[in-house]
């Protein structure tokens, strides 16, 4: 079944660094990549996306500590957090335009999100 799935979130001082990833599995080809936040009684905000063709676009508040990345045969995107501040504290979504075995078009899907907490 496809699917959507981050992992790498937690808990961090200022300063720190995470590493999230997001994996899409049963699935026969990935467009675009995306990272997204959403903090407590904000709304979802993009941080990072990537390309099939490795054209990146950052949040002004992420560029220079974030880094978005993908390794396509693996069909993972990755997000490396550095130099965390309290602001960036949020739920981390991860969303893909993904192709299924056997379709034409590409459908986009939500992961289920994984917290990242930075404390001061």
């Known amino acids: 079944q496809v699917q959507l799935v981050e992992s790498g979130g937690g808990l961090v001082q200022a300063g720190g660094s995470l590493r999230l990833s997001c994996a899409a599995s049963?699935?026969?080809?990935?467009?675009?990549m995306g990272w997204y936040r959403q903090a407590p009684g904000k709304q979802r905000e993009l941080v990072a996306i990537?390309?099939?063709?490795?054209?990146?676009n950052y949040a002004d508040s992420v560029k220079g500590r974030f880094t978005i990345s993908r390794d396509s045969a693996k069909k993972t995107a990755y997000l490396q957090m550095n130099s965390l501040k309290p602001e960036d504290t949020a739920v981390y979504y991860c969303?893909?335009?993904?192709?299924?075995?056997?379709?034409?078009?590409?459908?986009?899907?939500w992961g289920q999100g994984t917290q990242v907490t930075v404390s001061s």
């Open positions: 049963d699935i026969f080809s990935v467009n675009a």
């Open positions: 969303n893909a335009d993904l192709k299924r075995w056997f379709t034409s078009a590409y459908v986009n899907y």
């Open positions: 990537i390309t099939s063709g490795g054209s990146i």
